[in-house]
């Protein structure tokens, strides 16, 4: 249960562009958690979104939980070449989305 | 303090034999969580403890996978009469927890299996 899909699967930017990866479920979500995995790396937790609605901003990294907590979303403001990386939600902590790899040219 | 660890961080082994994974958890973590990534893809659940609680077994592949957790700490994973499409990282996590998911897991740095 509590599967979850994620979008794009890839996505390439230009440094100082902006990025968005979006988390999409069919069923009502308990909470969020969003984990960042660099190349070669384990995958690091950034955060958890409990809330209908709710939106946590660190620093350039904004992420949001949909009002009928179905789907969220994490948006980075002027990406930098160290938020290279695979980005992935999970819902429950054990079920993880797909992850959405971000490659950053400089 | 210290992280999880895990051994070996790499494994060959050829078709037909069996490997044991093993997880050393967070101090104090009562939750223990094992995944399996292939090469860029996502993580596979596989198998979840909690506690004393029976665990969660639900995203094990084939019953040639088993895990064991000793004294609720140190963690086991079994791949029995390895295939070659076993092969990818094994990837540990530990975490508190008073409700499924409920907190951050923190990883280990993986078990690189491959299978020739």
């Known amino acids: 249960g509590q599967q979850v899909m994620q979008i794009p699967q890839y996505q390439h930017v230009q440094e100082g562009e902006d990025f968005t990866t979006y988390c999409n479920s069919s069923?009502?979500?308990?909470?969020i958690q969003w984990y960042k995995q660099r190349p070669g790396g384990h995958p690091v937790f950034l955060i958890q979104l409990v809330k209908s609605g709710e939106v946590k901003k660190q620093k350039r990294l904004t992420f949001q939980f949909g009002e009928a907590k179905k789907n969220s979303s994490l948006h980075i403001t002027a990406t930098q070449t160290t938020d290279v990386g695979t980005y992935f939600c999970?819902?429950?902590?054990?079920?993880f989305g797909a992850g959405t790899r971000l490659t950053v040219k400089p | 303090g210290a992280g999880v660890s895990q051994s070996p961080s790499n494994k060959v082994t050829e078709k037909g034999k069996d490997v044991e994974l093993r997880c050393d958890p967070i101090s104090g973590h009562t939750a223990l969580y094992w995944y399996r990534q292939s090469l860029g893809q996502g993580l596979e659940f596989l198998i979840y403890f909690q506690g004393n609680s029976a665990p969660d077994k639900s995203g094990l592949p084939s019953d040639r996978f088993s895990a064991e957790r000793t004294g609720g700490s140190v963690s086991t994973l079994t791949i029995q009469r390895t295939q070659q499409e076993d092969s990818a990282v094994y990837l540990c996590?530990?975490?508190?927890?008073?409700?499924?998911?409920?907190?951050?897991?923190?990883f280990g740095p993986g078990t690189r299996l491959t299978v020739t």
């Open positions: 999970a819902s429950r902590g054990m079920r």
């Open positions: 069923t009502t979500l308990s909470n």
């Open positions: 996590a530990s975490s508190l927890a008073t409700g499924r998911g409920s907190y951050e897991q923190y």
